[in-house]
Structure formats: C-alpha cells, structure tokens
C-alpha cells in the first residue's frame, strides 16, 4: 500500500497548471517560448512531486548529427514555488529534530546528519543544471552498452532541462503488468543501477 502511494510521487502528481509551467520555461529561457519551440504540449506526459515534463518541438537546431531524431524533445520543468516549500519542510524538520535530540536516548540514531544529508541531496535535486552534468557522464559511460539508451541533453538550466524525447515505458508498468517482461528487462535495470554508481562515483572524485 505504501510503496504504491509512493510511486505515484514519480510520474502520477497532481500537474501544475501550464500557464505557470510557461512562466518558468520563458523565465529560463529569457526570450518567448515560442522562440524557441515550434510546439509544446501543454498536458504533461508525466508529473513528479518536484517537477514535470511536456512533449515539445525545438524549432532551433541542435548540434547534433542527427538533427531530425533530436528536434523532439522533453522538457523537464520544476514546479513553482518548490525550493521554498522543500527548504520550508526541512527547516520544520530541523527545528523538530533539536527538540528530539535534547532526549540523549535520541542521540545514537544521529538524526542531525540525516536531515543535514537530505537537505544537500534537495539542493542538488533542485538544480537542473546538476542532473544535466550527470546524465552527460551517465551517457558517455554507456557508449559501449548494448542494452541501455541514454537521452541526450539538448540543454539545461537552473530550472530547466530539455532532453532528446525517447519513446519508453517505466519500469513499474512491467512489475505490475507483466512479472516476466519485467524480468527480462531488469537486467538493464542493474545496468543502469551499476553504471549511475560508477558515474556519481567518478564525478564525486572530481
């Protein structure tokens, strides 16, 4: 029961409207949206507890090789007002963490550095720009890979992310659907797993 109301968290939140989605999008863009995309479905294809993504036309070219391949794109978008609200929570959490560890019983369980851990890991997962960095080294990583696609970024801000669009299912829809489709996929699954650790890993050594 919980795990099912928590991968609702990863594609299935309640969506924000567009019209604040473009405010965000033209804010990061510094110039009209349709400038720069010929078109952009205004319904999600899929909406997270931090941000959205909309199916979109590039009417710029990239620099891509394949250009006719990459004009469809996704575009990942976070959600107004998120940073204030995480920042908020973690701030309520702190606070009721000091009145926790003031029991010395508490202490052991050094619920400070957890809280302090979540805050950087919030950080980085509100800064579009980061995810763009990894998913550049995640792809470069896989080159050799006979099993995993990575999607490109096109380009990336604070609180944008524009990748190369690829047609694909979430791997929820086999282990729900079809245990033994979901079994013959998991082997890409602990790829992808392996190869984002080796990755982080290496970036972090940096």
Do not use: C
């Given at each position: 029961e919980y795990a099912v109301a928590l991968e609702a968290l990863q594609d299935n939140c309640p969506a924000v409207n567009f019209s604040e989605?473009?405010?965000?999008?033209?804010?990061?863009?510094?110039?009209?949206?349709?400038?720069?995309?010929?078109?952009?479905?205004?319904?999600p294809i899929a909406s997270g507890s931090i941000s959205q993504v909309?199916?979109?036309?590039?009417?710029?070219?990239?620099?891509?090789?394949?250009?006719?391949?990459?004009?469809?794109?996704?575009v990942k978008?976070?959600?107004?007002?998120?940073?204030?609200?995480?920042f908020r929570d973690i701030k309520l959490m702190k606070l009721i963490v000091s009145?926790?560890?003031?029991?010395?019983?508490?202490?052991?369980?050094?619920?400070?550095?957890?809280?302090?851990?979540?805050?950087?890991?919030?950080a980085a997962e509100l800064d579009l720009t980061i995810e763009?960095?990894?998913?550049?080294?995640?792809?470069?990583?896989s080159v050799k890979s006979k099993t995993l696609y990575i999607p490109e970024v096109i380009f990336s801000k604070e609180q944008l992310l524009v990748y190369e669009y690829v047609e694909g299912k979430s791997y929820t829809h086999y282990g729900a659907n079809n245990p033994?489709?979901?079994?013959k996929h998991l082997v890409n699954v602990l790829e992808l797993?392996?190869?984002?650790?080796?990755?982080?890993?290496?970036?972090?050594?940096?």
């Open positions: 989605i473009r405010k965000i999008i033209e804010s990061s863009l510094g110039k009209n949206i349709n400038e720069v995309f010929e078109t952009i479905d205004e319904t909309h199916k979109a036309v590039l009417k710029i070219q990239t620099n891509s090789h394949n250009n006719k391949n990459k004009k469809t794109v996704a978008v976070l959600k107004p007002n998120i940073r204030y609200e995480m009145y926790i560890e003031q029991h010395e019983k508490f202490k052991k369980y050094k619920l400070s550095r957890i809280i302090q851990e979540f805050e950087e890991w919030t763009a960095y990894n998913a550049g080294i995640i792809k470069k990583n033994d489709e979901f079994k797993k392996d190869l984002y650790r080796k990755s982080t890993r290496l970036n972090s050594s940096h």
